[in-house]
Nanobody, 121 residues
């Protein structure tokens, strides 16, 4: 079995910072693309940022210059450093990863349970 567990969410004032983490565990052979998504109340889930196994990154226009995605392949962990947070960044943040499990040898997409980020004064 494979699990993705997010942490680091919370409440912060506008202009503040948070760092999210997503740790993968289980019978993992390799992790390919990883990404952060978010879903605000009443809205569809949207892409925030993605990172390949070679650490090539892609960002939504709304977070460019403020958020930084990174990963530690040894620790099987992905991070999202969020700076200059705005009220419109308020959402549940989900991590996603394409993982090849040992013995399965095929890539499947996995999701974490989500972590709440609230930006409010």
């Amino acid at each position: 079995q494979v699990q993705l567990v997010e942490s680091g969410g919370g409440s912060v004032q506008p202009g503040g910072s948070l760092r999210l983490s997503c740790a993968a565990s289980g019978s993992i052979f390799s992790i390919k693309n990883m990404g952060w998504y978010r879903q605000a109340p009443g809205k569809q889930r949207e892409l925030v940022a993605t990172i390949t196994s070679g650490s090539n990154t892609n960002y939504a226009d709304s977070v460019k210059g403020r958020f930084t995605i990174s990963r530690d392949n040894v620790k099987k962990t992905m991070y999202l450093q969020m700076n200059s947070l705005r009220p419109e960044d308020t959402a549940v943040y989900y991590c996603n990863a394409d993982i090849v499990r040992r013995g399965i040898w095929q890539s499947y997409s996995y999701w974490g349970q989500g972590t709440q980020v609230t930006v409010s004064s």
